[in-house]
Each structure stands twice: as C-alpha cells, then as structure tokens.
Nanobody, 115 residues
C-alpha cells in the first residue's frame, strides 16, 4: 500500500510564499518520479511540477520562476516551494509518486491565495 501525506497548505496573501511537503511511504522512493498537481474548483487537475530520480525537474509555464520542486530521498519527502503567489494559484494541491507507469496520489492540501 502506498501512502502520501501532504502538508503546508493554507491561506496566503498575493505575493506571499508557502512550502508544501509530501511524505511518501515507499522504501523505493528515491528511484521513482514524484511531483505535484493542482485542481481549482471547476477545473481539470493540472501538472504543477515533477522531479525524477536523477533530480531533473519540469514545471508548468504558469509557475516557472516562482515555484521550486525538490526532494529529500533520506526523508522520502517531496517539497514545493511557492513564491510570489497569485490568486490564480488557489487550488487543492496533490502530490504523487509514479510506480510502474501509474500515479499514486495523496489526499491533497488546500492553498488559498487572497488578493
């Protein structure tokens, strides 16, 4: 069974910062890609950022230069540092780990950015 537990969401003002964390209960965490998606009300879930086992990262255009994804393999944790937040970043944020071609998801953490 795979468990992913997100934390760090909350309320921020536009221009502010939040740091999301996701702890993954997998001993093989280090060899798998992990990342973050988000879903705003009435919208499809969209990729925010991901990072592979080699540390290569990929970002949505809308967050490039503002968000940074990182991973700590010893802690089996993936982070999302979010700076210069905008109201349009308001969404439920989900972390995932990709195992054998399938994404396994956490339950999400809500980020609300006020203008």
């Amino acid at each position: 069974q795979v468990q992913l537990v997100e934390s760090g969401g909350g309320l921020a003002q536009a221009g502010g910062s939040l740091r999301l964390s996701c702890v993954v209960s997998r001993t093989d965490f280090a060899v798998n890609a992990v990342g973050w998606y988000r879903q705003a009300p009435g919208m499809l879930r969209e990729l925010v950022a991901d990072i592979n086992s080699g540390g290569s990262t990929n970002y949505a255009e809308s967050v490039k230069g503002r968000f940074t994804i990182s991973r700590d393999n010893a802690k089996k944790t993936v982070y999302l540092q979010m700076n210069s937040l905008k109201p349009e970043d308001t969404a439920e944020y989900y972390c995932y780990i990709r195992l054998w071609g399938t994404n396994y998801w956490g339950k999400g953490t809500l980020v609300t950015v006020s203008s």
